[in-house]
């Protein structure tokens, strides 16, 4: 079964407003998450990622946000620019896995100009 | 929902031995498979992708004899490093997708081999 979920398949945003995509996962002994993205016929490309021992993490636009009682991140972009249109992926990591990868499914972005 | 594996999750070798990776979709059937080599600042990099029953296309600048994919089955796709030195050394990932991937299908990725060549 999925251990890393993202729900919503797609996303349409406003360009210059926020744009914000969710994640979940199940398993309680992921400690690193990562966010990438990705766009047609290209391997997805790392954007930005949080520990567990952190709840936020900044990178100019982007943001992630990391709530581990409700096993739960976000990442936040703004405001959000038609470039940002793409593919995201979710990740997780454990020390204990090897830091083996569990990805989401993706959701996918448009920022209509 | 769907899941693809990859066995091993990790393998230690020798330089010059080959090592075969395998990835397999286990709930639904894989019309295409991508394998990915993960880069510095954890950039996953496309190097090829094979549809079942014909020949991988290879991206550019990716050894097509160094690095053999074979996609027998409809859930199963392998990747060999023939020969394999230190460099070679990286983490492996592959995807798997029930349409062509490209066309907005969702694409559902395995949890990546990692490989130490001694």
Known sequence: ?113 | GAVVSQHPSWVICKSGTSVKIECRSLDFQATTMFWYRQFPKQSLMLMATSNEGSKATYEQGVEKDKFLINHASLTLSTLTVTSAHPEDSSFYICSASSGTGFGGETQYFGPGTRLLVL
């Not at chain 1, 936040?76 to 793409?86: C, E």
Request: net charge neutral; hydrophobic share 35%; proline share 5%.
């Open chain 1, 1 to 113: 079964d999925q251990q890393v979920k993202q729900n919503s398949p797609s996303l349409s945003v406003q360009e210059g407003r926020i744009s914000i995509l969710n994640c979940d996962y199940t398993n309680s002994m992921f400690d690193y998450f990562l966010w990438y993205k990705k766009y047609p016929a290209e391997g997805p490309t790392f954007l930005i990622s949080i520990s567990s021992i952190k709840d936020k993490n900044e990178d100019g636009r982007f943001t992630v946000f990391l709530n581990k009682s409700a096993k739960h991140l976000s990442l936040h972009i703004v405001p959000s620019q038609p470039g940002d249109s793409a593919v995201y992926f979710c990740a997780a990591s454990a020390v204990r896995y090897f830091n083996q990868f569990y990805f989401g499914t993706g959701t996918s972005l448009t920022v209509i100009p």
